[in-house]
């Protein structure tokens, strides 16, 4: 069974460019959570889609938005890039809301 | 709002030897999930451990462990006979079990180093 992948793995972008990450989860994962990961402030929750909805939303600035696909995909955009958007970006799935996320291998984000 | 606190940046464990990693959290709710995973250098973060908060026995995986102390907050976990492959950051992490709460809280992370 293939795991959660997340397309492209790596991204060079300047300040006030837009990106669109990308994220498959497992087959049969309905639920699609994003994080952000930096070395100072851990994991922090973007958001989290299910069946195409929104289900919950972190404490991010409106520049950060996503969307979720019928077949479960999901996509994140981030507009005007700041130098403090540089990160790991994580996405998760998972069977339901309740049960375990397996993760991505995260996109690395770097914003000169 | 949850919070989850890991006080230990950085740790170090004697290969074979014993380590316990801290964890402690804020919430008001009674029910709840906490978690321990493993993100290798370089690798995917993979779910090591959980554990309900309902439960009173604290859960075990193979080399792997959690002392559970819901009224202190506490969720630490204990590797037992390190191995190389231990080394990783390790993130405790809160859900909440309440519908309508979907998302997770993790903490900053401990960096576990194992010494051959």
């Known amino acids: 069974k293939a795991g959660v992948t997340q397309t492209p793995r790596y991204l060079i972008k300047t300040r006030g460019q837009q990106v669109t990450l990308s994220c498959s989860p497992i087959?049969?994962?309905?639920?699609v959570s994003w994080y952000q990961q930096t070395p100072g402030q851990g994991l922090q929750f973007l958001f989290e889609y299910f069946s195409e909805t929104q289900r919950n939303k972190g404490n991010f600035p409106g520049r950060f938005s996503g969307r979720q696909f019928s077949n479960s995909r999901s996509e994140m955009n981030v507009s005007t890039l700041e130098l403090g958007d540089s990160a790991l970006y994580l996405c998760?799935?998972?069977?339901?809301?309740?049960?375990?996320?397996?993760f991505g291998p995260g996109t690395r984000l770097t914003v000169l | 709002a949850q919070t989850v606190t890991q006080s230990q940046p950085e740790m170090s464990v004697q290969e074979a030897e014993t380590v316990t990693l801290s964890c402690t959290y804020d919430?008001?709710?009674?029910?709840?999930?906490l978690f321990w995973y493993k993100q290798p250098p370089s690798r995917q973060m993979i779910l090591v451990i959980r554990q309900e908060a309902y439960k009173q026995q604290n859960a075990t995986e193979n080399r792997f462990s959690v002392n559970f102390q819901k009224a202190a907050k506490s969720f630490s976990l204990k590797i037992s006979d390190s191995q190389l492959g231990d080394a990783a950051m390790y993130f405790c992490?809160?859900?909440?079990?309440?519908?309508?709460?979907?998302?997770?809280?993790f903490g900053t992370g401990t960096r576990l180093k194992v010494l051959a």
């Open positions: 998760a799935s998972s069977r339901g809301s309740y049960n375990e996320q397996f």
């Open positions: 087959s049969g994962h309905r639920s």
């Open positions: 919430t008001s709710e009674s029910d709840y999930y």
């Open positions: 992490a809160y859900r909440s079990a309440t519908s309508g709460t979907y998302k997770y809280i």
